[in-house]
């Protein structure tokens, strides 16, 4: 289990607060308005932002104070952060060593990881000659190497059109529900909370609050998630 207990998060000038849990395992969208704090919440999970106050627990592990890479939380970016001069193989390979000093096994690992997410022949390409959506499925083999138990997505997909966009969030759930990982992922479109989400975190007025139903949420919406969507 995830757990947020009685956490304040500091962005600059903006603070949130947050008291939840999540249950490990579980698919959850971080939804809410523009700049209501949804990549701020992720981001003190990741270790990127320190808490005010509060702790911060997995499976009743305390990481309030250890650093991004000792976290069990690997994350996904919106431009999904590969490194132009470096091959398909070399980026997803940094998801299992940094210095890319890989072994014959982790070699195979890497391409196994590519053949899984659709990129098996495409290993010696640099990022410049893919696609949007083939640039997206080398970041999200690079975190699947990673082996984490937590998977955050700060809207990676968003720049890809929609029906790629689904592509690759039917690809996520399919990885997820194999790997058992807990996966929370931000968006600001309901269609995709519906797609991949049991449930959704609702960001909003300086609260992130505790995870409810998607289809209950998004169904009967409370008046600052209506005023939102329109």
Not at 44 to 49: C, R
Not at 142 to 159: K, T
Not at 166 to 187: K, R
Request: aromatic share 4%.
């Amino acid at each position: 289990m995830l757990r947020l207990e009685s956490c304040e998060i500091e962005n600059g000038g903006f603070t949130l607060s947050a008291d939840l849990q999540v249950e490990a395992g579980a698919k959850l969208a971080i939804i809410g308005p523009s700049g209501a704090g949804k990549s701020t919440l992720i981001e003190a999970i990741a270790g990127f932002l320190p808490l005010r106050a509060g702790r911060l627990y997995w499976q009743g592990d305390d990481l309030t104070e250890r650093a991004p890479g000792q976290r069990p939380v690997a994350m996904l970016f919106q431009d999904g952060n590969l490194f132009p001069h470096l091959t398909v193989a070399q980026n997803a390979g940094l998801g299992l060593r940094a210095n890319l000093r890989l072994s014959r096994p982790e070699q195979d690992q890497v391409q196994q990881a590519l053949s899984r997410v659709g990129l098996g022949d495409l290993a010696a390409r640099k990022p410049a000659e893919l696609s949007g959506g083939q640039q997206s499925r080398v970041a999200l083999a690079r975190v699947l190497l990673q082996r984490r138990d937590i998977l955050l997505l700060d809207e990676p997909f968003a720049a890809l059109g929609p029906a790629l966009k689904n592509e690759m969030l039917d690809l996520v759930a399919e990885i997820v529900s194999e790997t058992g990982a807990t996966v929370l992922m931000v968006s600001h479109d309901p269609r995709d909370a519906r797609r991949i989400a049991d449930q959704v975190i609702l960001v909003a007025e300086g609260r992130a609050q505790p995870p409810l139903v998607t289809a209950e949420l998004l169904d009967n919406p409370p008046p600052v998630l209506k005023a939102y969507l329109g």
